[in-house]
Nanobody, 124 residues
Framework: QVQLVESGGGSVQAGGSLTLSCASS????????MTWFRQSPGKEREGVAG???????RYADSVVDRFTISQDSAKNTLSLQMNSLQFEDTAMYYC??????????????????WGQGTQVTVSS
């Protein structure tokens, strides 16, 4: 019955900003790992930014200092603030979560719960 609902995707010009949100239901953020992944056509799904069960964050090298992940445990909401967007950021973005201890925060196979995905398109 866990459901992750993403919103905030859209089309922006390069250099612009977007904030993605992932609202969860039937899921407790406490003690959970939550990560934003993205996938573009022909490419593997990759971790973008994640928060492990201890609150530690990890960012892909390509987004560090541009993206910021945050979570509101009380509201069961995960957010991704994306600044200075580049064309290469164009992808379907997914939020994922799991309360089971993970071997790798950026391994999609470790997650049992996924959002539906929200498209981010950045034009040059």
């Amino acid at each position: 019955q866990v459901q992750l609902v993403e919103s905030g995707g859209g089309s922006v010009q390069a250099g612009g900003s977007l904030t993605l949100s992932c609202a969860s239901s039937g899921f407790d953020y406490s003690g959970a790992a939550m990560t934003w992944f993205r996938q573009s056509p022909g490419k593997e799904r990759e971790g973008v930014a994640g928060i492990d069960r201890y609150g530690r964050t990890r960012y892909a090298d390509s987004v560090v200092d541009r993206f910021t992940i945050s979570q509101d445990s009380a509201k069961n909401t995960l957010s991704l603030q994306m600044n200075s967007l580049q064309f290469e950021d164009t992808a379907m973005y997914y939020c994922a979560a799991d309360r089971v201890p993970l071997r790798s925060l950026f391994d999609p196979g470790e997650y049992g719960h996924w959002g539906q995905g929200t498209q981010v398109t950045v034009s040059s």
